[in-house]
């Protein structure tokens, strides 16, 4: 054990992390691209993107030079009462990528914060009109957070039950699931709002990422917020995941008929370089705050909301997503990923080893047959975990559910790689398969 380690051991407390069973962490000394180097001398795949941030690949040099450049001119200024290049250019520029209802943005840290200024928002906005609308309404299977408004909009599980009499009650319905029953989210939208005026339904549009990537029908989940906007609802998108092209566009709202009132982004905001979150909303939000009585106000704020680093961080993330070249990767990691798909349903052993493959973009999860209840305690999990680390691939399993969520810069080799060693695992857990070269560069 490295003298870092064993002050690691001694002085941290690691997120998700239960020490007593946990395995030694991985020293990382420095990275590039697509690749993580550990101290030991060993090179991992970033194959998550380090927890869905990063979108060009670590240390890329354009935003490395753009944050240096605003480091030496502007690094810190409150946001209240004050405002400066960086913050209004990015608003401006996310804005004008976004449906022309959208025209306010709030800046804060993460995505957990984002989503507990829109539920703020939101509860504010009606309590300005003396109207009493406080429940929300939100999806089975949701993860929008690990702050306690952003925990009760989120399934009721082990990371929340500790708390659960501090979360605000909500009512949850199924979420539109490509393979579940068609209208059986509608009917249970339309019995919820035949008893209650709420204030927000909110939801992860196509991808509930944290829950194992289930994936939604685009169509139905449009008519839901159809149906919510038709009611006086107001509807958030917790894109933190699903943003800066994720899913094949640029945000998964873009592939639905009704847009949400407001959005939360997050994650791949700066490239994955430093936290910045977005809630942004439409101008009858904004204008319901409108007043000349102080109280109206939206009162949050954080000591860094719109930190300039961090905005220029966001400005240059967004000049090299909008290039050819990250739009062509986009398609490429997306064709790569189906080939591989199209591989296990033509080979007669490894099509039974999944539950389910599904994809959105660049997003792939496939879940693995198990004789425990899918979920993220499943054991399955640890075993991959380790099979990958030891193999070169950063793989971070929801229970049985493994998923490839790589950064853009990610070439063809380093997903074929990523492929073949889960073709291996597969045929040390379930036997031997037949050999295919099928999803190999497109």
């Known amino acids: 054990m490295t003298e870092l380690l064993e002050k690691d051991r001694n002085f941290i407390w690691h997120p998700y992390t239960q020490h007593k069973t946990a395995m030694q962490p991985f020293e990382v000394v420095w990275a590039e691209g697509s690749f993580l180097y550990t101290a030991n001398g060993k090179s991992l795949f970033d194959a998550i993107s380090s927890w869905w941030v990063l979108l060009h690949g670590h240390c890329h040099p354009y935003l490395i030079a753009k944050v240096q450049e605003q480091f030496s001119r502007l690094e810190q200024v409150l946001f209240a009462g004050f405002t400066h290049q960086p913050a209004v250019l990015l608003a401006e520029r996310v804005l004008s990528l976004l449906p022309s209802q959208f025209s306010k943005v709030f800046y804060s840290d993460n995505g957990s914060t984002s989503v507990e200024i829109a539920l703020k928002m939101c509860i504010q906005y009606w309590h300005n009109q003396g109207k009493s609308r406080k429940r929300i309404l939100a999806f089975r299977h949701a993860y929008h957070g690990d702050t306690f408004a952003a925990m009760s909009v989120s399934e009721r599980s082990m990371f929340t039950n500790p708390f659960s009499e501090f979360l605000f009650p909500v009512d949850f319905i199924d979420p539109p699931l490509r393979k579940s029953e068609r209208g059986q989210s509608l009917q249970q939208m339309e019995a919820a709002l035949s008893k209650e005026e709420y204030a ?80 942004i909303c439409k101008e009858k939000i904004f204008e319901g705050f409108l007043s000349e009585n102080k109280e109206h106000a939206l009162y949050h704020g954080h000591s860094f909301t719109a930190n300039p680093i961090a905005c220029a961080a966001s400005l240059a993330s967004l000049d090299l997503l909008m290039k050819k070249e990250c739009i062509d990767a986009r398609k490429r990691i997306a064709e ?6 199209k591989t296990i349903g033509e080979d007669t052993q490894a099509k039974h080893w999944f539950k389910d493959l599904r994809q959105q973009g660049t997003i792939l999860a496939m879940e693995w047959n198990s004789s425990e209840q899918t979920g993220y305690t499943n054991k399955l999990r640890d075993e991959m975990y380790s099979y990958f680390i030891e193999r070169g691939q950063l793989l971070r399993p929801l229970g049985n559910v493994l998923y490839i969520l790589p950064p853009y810069c990610a070439t063809a080799q380093d997903l074929e790689q990523t492929y073949s060693t889960i073709m291996d695992f597969g045929r040390s857990h379930f036997g031997s398969v037949q050999s295919s070269d099928a999803w190999k560069e497109v």
């Open 336 to 341: 790569n990923h189906s080939n591989f798909c």
């Open 200 to 279: 927000a339904f909110i939801f992860e549009p196509l991808v509930q990422g944290s829950h194992g990537m289930l994936m939604q029908d685009a169509d139905e989940l449009s008519q839901l917020i159809q149906y919510a906007q038709e009611h006086n609802v107001l509807c958030i998108a917790d894109e933190v995941m699903t943003g800066f092209g994720r899913t094949g566009k640029l945000f998964a709202s873009e592939f639905l008929t009704c847009q949400p009132d407001i959005m939360c982004l997050a994650k791949g905001l700066t490239g994955g370089t430093m936290p910045l979150a977005m809630t």
